[in-house]
C-alpha cells in the first residue's frame, strides 16, 4: 500500500457492503490511504461482468489476527478482481481470482506495476 | 488408557491445522492447494477414530459401548471430523466464474455510480485524472 502511495497510485475498493458497512471496516482495518465504496445494488459489479452467484458469505471475527469465520449462507457478490487504471480511466492491467481465496497481492501488483511501466 | 486421549490429540491436531490456515490468511500466504492442513485434518480426523476403534475393541465394541466416557468420546469425535469436514466443504466453494469481464485491457472504464462510504454518490469518472488501483472484492468480512 506504502508503494502505490509513493507512486502517486489511488487506490479504491468496492464491494457489495453498504455505505455503513464500508465504514465500519474503515475504523476497524485503519484504512486510511483506502477509499472503499459501496455497491450494495451489485450495479457497479454486474455491469463490469464480475458477479459471482451463490457465493459462501461468512460472519467474521478477529482473535488477535486470525480471523474465525462462520458461514452464513450462500449470497451474490464480486468475483475479486483488480485493475489498474491510467489518468485517462483507461484499464492497463487485470487481475481476477479463479480462486476467492488467493488474490492479487503486492508482489503481484508490484511485478504488474513493473510490468506497465509505473 | 482412557479412550478418551486419541479423541483428543486427534481434535487437537485437526484444531491445529485449522489455526495454521486461519494464521495464514491474513498475511496472503494461503496456498492454492492447503497441502499442510489437509495433511492435518485427515491426519487429525484418522487418530480419533484410529483410538476410539482401539480403545473399544472393534465396530462390535463401539456399538455395545454406552456410557458418559463413550459419550465424551464420540463428541470430540463429531467436533473433529465435523471441523474437518467442514473445512474439505470449504474447498469445494472456492472456485470463482472469470472470464465474463464485460472490460478489457485498453478499454476506458464505464461511467458506473456507487457510494462512499458517507453515503454519498460517487463515480468512476472521478478516478480519471490520477493513476488507480480499482479493486472488486466480497466484502467487509
Not at chain 1, 455491469?47 to 458469505?57: I, K, T
Not at chain 1, 461468512?58 to 469465520?69: D, E, N, Q, R
Request: hydrophobic content about 50%; cysteine-free.
Amino acid at each position: 500500500m506504502a508503494a502505490l502511495s509513493e507512486r502517486g497510485i489511488a487506490v479504491v475498493a468496492l464491494s457489495k457492503d453498504t455505505p455503513e458497512q464500508a465504514t465500519l471496516q474503515e475504523a476497524r482495518d485503519g484504512l486510511q490511504r483506502v477509499r472503499l465504496w459501496a455497491d450494495p445494488q451489485l450495479a457497479v459489479i454486474k455491469s463490469l461482468g464480475a458477479l459471482h452467484r451463490g457465493a459462501v458469505e461468512f460472519k467474521t471475527w478477529l482473535v488477535s489476527t486470525v480471523p474465525i469465520g462462520v458461514p452464513t449462507g450462500f449470497a451474490e457478490m464480486a468475483v475479486p478482481t483488480t485493475l489498474l487504471l491510467d489518468e485517462d480511466g483507461v484499464v492497463r492491467w487485470i487481475d481476477q481470482a479463479d480462486d476467492y481465496r488467493i488474490r492479487s497481492d503486492d508482489a503481484r501488483i508490484a511485478a504488474a506495476l513493473e510490468q506497465i511501466g509505473w | 488408557m482412557s479412550p478418551l486421549i486419541f479423541p483428543l490429540i486427534g481434535l487437537l491436531v485437526v484444531v491445529a491445522a485449522w489455526l495454521h490456515y486461519l494464521w495464514l490468511m491474513p498475511r496472503e500466504q494461503v496456498p492454492a492447494t492447503p497441502l499442510v492442513t489437509m495433511a492435518g485434518l485427515t491426519l487429525g480426523a484418522a487418530l480419533q477414530i484410529g483410538g476410539l476403534w482401539s480403545a473399544y475393541g472393534g465396530p462390535r465394541g463401539l456399538l455395545d459401548s454406552f456410557g458418559p466416557t463413550a459419550a465424551i468420546a464420540w463428541l470430540l469425535v463429531a467436533a473433529g471430523w465435523g471441523l474437518a469436514g467442514f473445512f474439505f466443504w470449504l474447498m469445494t466453494q472456492r472456485h470463482t466464474p472469470v472470464g465474463q469481464l464485460t472490460i478489457a485491457v485498453g478499454e476506458p472504464l464505464p461511467s458506473l455510480f456507487a457510494r462512499d462510504s458517507a453515503g454519498a454518490q460517487v463515480s468512476t469518472d472521478s478516478l480519471r485524472g490520477h493513476r488507480t488501483l480499482f479493486k472488486l472484492f466480497r466484502g467487509h468480512w
